[in-house]
C-alpha cells in the first residue's frame, strides 16, 4: 500500500525562519463512491451488494442520529466518531446560550489498527513530468 506525493512551494511568515519553503502534499488518486466500495465489500464477505448497501445506510442514519444527541460513536475496526461544536467567544459566561453555537460537526479518530496501516502505507514522489506532448506542435 502506497500513496503519492507531490512538493509544493509554500511562504512561511511565521516562525525563526521565515521565507520560501517547500512541503510535502498528499496527490489524491481520486474518489473511491459507494458503489464501487459496497462491491468490493460484497466480494470479501460473501453478502449481496444490496444488503451491504442497506448496511451501510443504516450505519450512516445511525451515526447521526447518535452524534446529534451528543454520543460518541466507536467502532473498533474503523475509530471514533465524536461530535464538535464551533462557538462564538463571549466576554462573559452569561453571554453564551445556544445562538453562540454556529455549528455541530464530527471530528473522526481513526482506531489503532487504521492508524497501524496508514502508518504502514510507504509514500512514493510522485513524477509530474508529461512527457510525450508538445503545445507547441
Not at 455549528?103 to 479518530?109: G, H, W
Request: overall charge negative; aromatic content about 8%; some cysteine.
Amino acid at each position: 500500500m502506497s500513496y503519492m506525493y507531490v512538493v509544493v512551494e509554500r511562504d512561511i511568515t511565521v516562525g525563526e525562519d521565515p521565507g520560501t519553503k517547500y512541503v510535502a502534499r498528499i496527490l489524491h488518486s481520486g474518489t473511491i463512491y459507494a458503489n464501487e466500495m459496497v462491491k468490493s465489500i460484497s466480494r470479501h464477505c460473501q453478502v449481496s451488494q444490496p444488503v451491504v448497501l442497506a448496511v451501510i445506510k443504516a450505519l450512516e442514519l445511525e451515526i447521526a442520529e447518535y452524534i446529534n444527541d451528543g454520543f460518541t460513536v466507536e467502532l473498533p475496526a474503523l475509530g471514533k466518531f465524536m461530535p464538535i461544536i464551533n462557538s462564538e467567544s463571549k466576554d462573559t459566561p452569561e453571554e453564551v446560550d445556544h445562538r453562540a453555537i454556529k455549528r455541530l460537526k464530527i471530528k473522526f479518530y481513526p482506531s489503532v489498527d487504521l492508524n497501524q496501516a496508514l502508518k504502514n502505507a510507504s509514500p512514493e514522489r510522485a513524477n509530474l513530468n508529461i512527457t510525450g506532448w508538445n503545445p507547441e506542435t
